[in-house]
């Protein structure tokens, strides 16, 4: 029997109530803070508060736990790094760990095509770099991205993100030149259409309405897409979305980019959730899982737009080389056993939500690849209302029960463990969450 699940005192206990308040004297009012969780260690898919509760951990540090808490593998490995060198720019200079990285992600990258990869600190940097190198490469200003989109909040990331309103609301003007259209939704579909009877509307609408209306698609330097679709709700597309939008943008010269930031890195049962569809982007961003929690994230680029010339961009900490030692060990857990491991258990809790669903009519949908699955709560399971209220007191309710979860999109319940987890951490978290919906409903 595991020790974890395990609530000792109430969350948040008298130490955790402490830390709590501290918090809220200093730190910034922007911080979203879901639930008073306050970590004092984490092991696997195991976090403890400072209080002494344990819990089964389904976000994964916002899907970046990729090998678990403190894998021994991936701690040996930033110690080693550590008591080497801290830091030397790798923008400037050289070292074997940014070399290997570059190489290992580039011959991981889906496509036979030739990749050149340049290291950021995070996800939001990588998508910057890349609006950077897909204007310089195609040398056309506008960009397309998608409705409930996120990419990040530095300014250009935020451009292209339209997920939630107060992640751009007051920062205007914004990037100039982005287009966002309707992402393939099809459990909530913006055109009132149904799949395959649309023939996939959504993608045609972009070349009918966008590109008649709106802006020629020789303007158009990129369109950045993800291939599930992250805090826009954990939305899977229909298996012919991807290789129709590598069509249209093969047809008018636009770059593809895959924001593969919070489903690459073997969440979706692949190293990159774009392998699913079988296509080569011509821009791939990744990060979070990429570091198993060191900050580290890459734009893995076909050589042939790697235009850009020397100093036209560059990062006094992106590819640090204790990060560069996170992620090599990370990359070969992963391309080992955790991927396929992500893919078993996957379709062990799909099974097992969709069960549920059947006794729960709030339950409108369950969708996912791997270990990034979303369940939207519903009003009514007729008209599809979303249930926001519902979805935020089953994210608090099931915390205080022992599992950590996390909402997305409108009235999405994300499920994003690390990728270490068995049988037991899956049906342990289908009975709490099963029992806080029969609570919920009382």
């Known amino acids: 029997m595991r020790d974890y699940p395990c609530i000792v005192v109430a969350p ?13 004297t200093w730190a910034s009012t922007c911080y979203i803070k879901e639930y008073p969780l306050v970590v004092s260690r984490a092991r696997g898919a195991m976090v403890e508060d400072v209080d002494g509760n344990r819990f089964l951990d389904f976000m994964g540090g916002i899907a970046v736990a990729s090998t678990g808490h403190c894998h021994p593998t991936v701690v040996a490995a930033i110690k080693e790094a550590a008591d ?3 830091h030397i720019c790798g923008s400037d200079f050289y070292y074997e760990g940014m070399a290997a990285l570059c190489e290992r992600l580039a011959t991981l990258a889906p496509g036979t ?45 935020m451009s292209l993100t339209s997920s939630k309103v107060k992640q751009r609301a007051g920062f205007g003007p914004l990037l100039p030149g982005v287009f ?19 023939r996939l ?26 291939p599930v679709l992250g805090e ?14 590598r069509a249209l943008c093969d047809k008018h010269g636009i770059l593809l980019v895959c924001d593969e930031v919070q489903c690459g890195i073997g969440r979706t049962g692949k190293m990159f959730a774009t392998q699913h569809a079988g296509i080569e982007p011509d821009i791939l961003v990744t990060a979070k899982g990429l570091g198993s929690g060191m900050p580290i994230g890459a734009i893995i680029a076909r050589e042939a737009i790697t235009t ?35 893919a078993v258990m996957g379709k062990r809790l799909l099974e097992g939500l969709r069960c549920l669903a059947q006794t729960h009519a709030v339950i409108g949908d369950v969708r996912g690849l791997g270990l990034m699955i979303g369940i939207e709560l519903v009003k009514d399971r007729e008209t599809r209302e979303p249930a926001p209220e519902l979805a935020s007191a089953l994210v608090q309710t099931t915390f205080r029960q022992g599992l950590l979860l996390l909402g997305a999109g409108k009235s999405t319940v994300r499920l994003a463990p690390p990728l270490v987890i068995d049988g037991y951490d899956v049906d342990t ?7 806080c919906l029969e609570k919920l409903a009382q």
């Open 84 to 86: 080497r060198f801290l």
């Open 429 to 435: 978290a289908l009975n709490i969450i099963g029992a």
């Open 180 to 198: 966002h259209v309707p992402y393939a939704t099809c459990f909530r579909c913006e055109y009132g259409r149904s799949f395959p009877d649309c």
């Open 113 to 157: 095509s030739k990749k050149r990869v340049f290291l950021t600190n995070s996800g939001t940097e990588a998508v910057e770099g890349a609006i950077k190198l897909a204007r310089y490469a195609t040398r056309r200003p506008a960009l397309i991205a998608f409705k409930g989109a996120f990419h990040g909040r530095t300014y250009g990331a």
């Open 232 to 245: 826009g709700g954990y939305v899977v597309p229909p298996p012919d979305y991807l290789p129709a939008l």
């Open 201 to 226: 509307f959504c993608v045609s609408a972009i070349e009918d309405d966008l590109f008649g209306r709106l802006v020629d698609p020789k303007d158009v330097a990129a369109l950045f897409v993800e």
């Open 308 to 342: 850009w010339e020397r100093g036209a961009h560059g990062s006094t900490f992106g590819g640090n080389p204790v990060c560069c030692a996170a992620a090599l060990a990370t990359l070969d857990l992963v391309e080992a056993e955790f991927q396929q491991n992500a």
């Open 12 to 24: 948040p206990g008298p130490k955790a109530r402490a830390v709590v308040a501290r918090d809220a």
